[in-house]
């Protein structure tokens, strides 16, 4: 009976051990997957931003999500920008916005590119004397 409950308790310990082992493995495995899943959930959106009327690029526009202003991109020399997006940014929508041009409002969720062109709209004004204003 001794060596009946002798080997029971090493089967215990070997078996809460296994466990213990277990355990480590899947929080290991775990930490190591959440960034692998986080880098497949995201996409990167290049974009061009252009003059609707002359075609020229829209330098140094703001691209920034309506949900969350702070987190965005500036379009360059070029009117170029890079954006991520993950997949909680589909329901937002972009907004691209430059003094002297009406906003531009992209929703995520039709988005089905990750190249984009925009072409923003000039926003002038005349005023009674004659001198254009610039509509922000």
């Not at 089967?11 to 493995?25: C, E, G, I, P």
């Not at 089905?112 to 004004?125: A, G, N, R």
């Amino acid at each position: 009976m001794s060596i009946q409950l002798r080997a029971h308790h090493l089967v215990d310990l070997l078996l809460y051990n296994d466990k213990k082992t277990m355990k480590k493995r899947i929080s290991l495995g775990l930490i190591i997957l959440i960034p692998i899943v986080q880098l497949i959930a995201q996409v990167q959106i290049y974009g061009r931003i252009v003059d609707k009327e002359t075609k020229e690029p829209v330098v140094y526009a703001n691209v920034f999500f309506e949900s969350n202003q702070g987190r965005g991109a500036i379009s360059n020399q070029l009117g170029a920008f890079l954006i991520k997006i993950y997949d909680q940014d589909r329901a937002d929508q972009l907004i691209i916005s430059q003094i002297g041009y009406e906003n531009y409002r992209l929703s995520l969720k039709e988005l089905q590119t990750d190249s984009l062109l925009i072409q923003m709209k000039p926003s002038f004004h005349q005023l009674e004397n004659g001198c254009p204003v610039i509509k922000t």
